[in-house]
């Protein structure tokens, strides 16, 4: 499932409250979507890293009341109030231990005396056993507790969501370039760093730090892998040699077209970013002279980056002689 259903789903389940486990490889998001959607619909988040506690960290220690009788002190980090969602994250790497002590918090919203509070649900997530990462297997009785949900990554979703955080454009051009980079983890591979929703994040911010092109090609390869990092900086170096936009938008119909498909990729995003109504008869121009598939990638970009394109006759034009190819 796609994030944005996903998002949908988890927003249904913690209404119902209903426990939902979300599986997925490393780095794709997962945490991510949880926070995003308890922010949306206004709740507060507890993330609990379940791979760092212990059994005893749930349950909480035993206390002798007045009495002679012992009551357990469940741990100031589980909610006493309010509406929320309390995130297990990593559960089935936790200690088999620990996620037997999450069986009656999970079921019957109890830990010993203690009682989740009626406005909480509650969310796990973990990687899969085939991602070799650090997991134990769930026990069928914990696992039976849980909607469980697979997740998937989604090259669009993640550029829409990179656009909105400000993600390096060298970074998202590349994406649309090369969709199948976005995540590329094998775990039969020895590799430390390999591509990911979040590596690729991290690559961005790499970006604006000014560093020069040796040592940020090096630490590029240290965050998504060699490949990945060598075919991303290959781009970047062709996307940077194009020339100037103002040029091609002054003189649509002079200027040399490529014929190297990733130089084109390149320049259509690269102009795509310079779409209002005083330069769509240029984009416009230029596009007649590409590729159909390139010319849709241009206007499509543009509209993207501006959708007001859309409402002038130029663009209602474009799309009639181009019916075929967008349908």
């Not at 970006?207 to 781009?235: D, H, I, N, Q, R």
Request: aromatic share 8%.
């Amino acid at each position: 499932m796609k994030p944005s259903h996903i998002a949908t789903a988890v927003s249904t389940l913690i209404q119902i409250r209903q426990p939902t486990f979300l599986w997925g490889p490393p780095g794709i998001g997962k945490s991510q979507v949880v926070r995003q959607t308890a922010d949306a619909m206004g709740l507060e988040l507890i993330d609990i890293r379940a791979i760092l506690l212990d059994p005893v960290d749930l349950r909480g220690i035993p206390r002798i009341g007045d009495d002679g009788t012992s009551t357990w002190c469940a741990p100031s980090f589980l909610p006493r109030s309010g509406t929320g969602v309390l995130f297990l994250d990593e559960l089935n790497a936790a200690p088999p231990l620990v996620q037997a002590a999450c069986y009656q918090l999970v079921l019957d919203r109890r830990l010993g005396e203690y009682t989740l509070p009626e406005g909480w649900a509650i969310i796990a997530a973990g990687n899969r056993e085939q991602d070799r990462a650090v997991t134990h297997r769930m026990p069928s009785a914990l696992a039976n507790r849980f909607v469980h949900i697979d997740f998937s990554v989604d090259h669009e979703e993640w550029l829409t969501w990179a656009e909105a955080h400000d993600i390096a454009p060298e970074v998202t051009s590349f994406i649309r370039f090369r969709p199948k980079l976005l995540h590329d983890f094998d775990p039969e591979r020895a590799d430390k760093a390999f591509p990911s929703p979040r590596s690729w994040e991290f690559v961005s911010r790499l970006m604006g730090g000014g560093m020069e092109k040796s040592m940020l090609s090096e630490l590029v390869a240290g965050t998504v892998g060699k490949g990945a990092a060598a075919e991303f900086c290959g781009y970047v170096t062709i996307r940077h040699q194009l020339p100037d936009p103002e040029s091609i938008l002054s003189a649509p119909n002079l200027v040399d077209v490529p014929t190297d498909p990733a130089v084109l990729f390149a320049l259509c995003e690269m102009l795509a970013l310079s779409a209002d109504s005083g330069t769509m008869d240029a984009l416009l121009t230029f596009a007649s002279r590409l590729p159909d598939e390139f010319s849709v990638l241009l206007i499509r970009e543009a509209a993207r980056a501006n959708n007001r394109i859309v409402e002038t006759d130029g663009f209602a034009r474009w799309a009639e002689d181009h019916a075929e190819v967008l349908m």
